[in-house]
């Protein structure tokens, strides 16, 4: 397979995130030139997938979320401001490529 073929195949991550009483799993599927962006950009800043999500949360904030676990809040936050999951990926990606 060449390098150009690799841009058609979607890319699933699954990101282990530690619930209030369980771990959860976020599952995200996006394009493989998305997903070789937001690894790359992760890798640059020191993160990891659920560091981006939490740099998400960190930057919007969000109203208390019901249960004090990080999935909770995650989940909270990306509710509370209409993003999907992927969607949160990508909002982390936008900031801190501005920073």
């Keep these: 397979m060449t390098d150009s073929d690799n841009g058609d195949e979607p890319k699933s991550i699954n ?3 530690s619930g209030a009483e ?3 799993y ?3 599927e996006m394009p493989y030139n998305q ?3 937001l690894d790359e950009l992760k890798n640059r800043n ?3 997938w659920r560091g981006l999500l939490m740099h998400t949360h960190r930057s919007l904030g969000s109203p ?3 249960g004090d676990g990080q999935y909770e809040q995650l989940n909270a936050t ?3 401001h209409g993003f999907t999951w992927k969607g949160m990926l990508l909002y982390a990606a ?3 490529e501005d920073e």
């Design 15 to 17: 990101i282990e995130v």
């Design 35 to 37: 997903y070789e962006r």
């Design 22 to 24: 369980k771990k959860r």
């Design 46 to 48: 020191g993160l990891t």
């Design 26 to 28: 976020v599952s995200v």
């Design 64 to 66: 208390e979320a019901e």
């Design 78 to 80: 990306r509710q509370h």
């Design 94 to 96: 936008r900031d801190l």
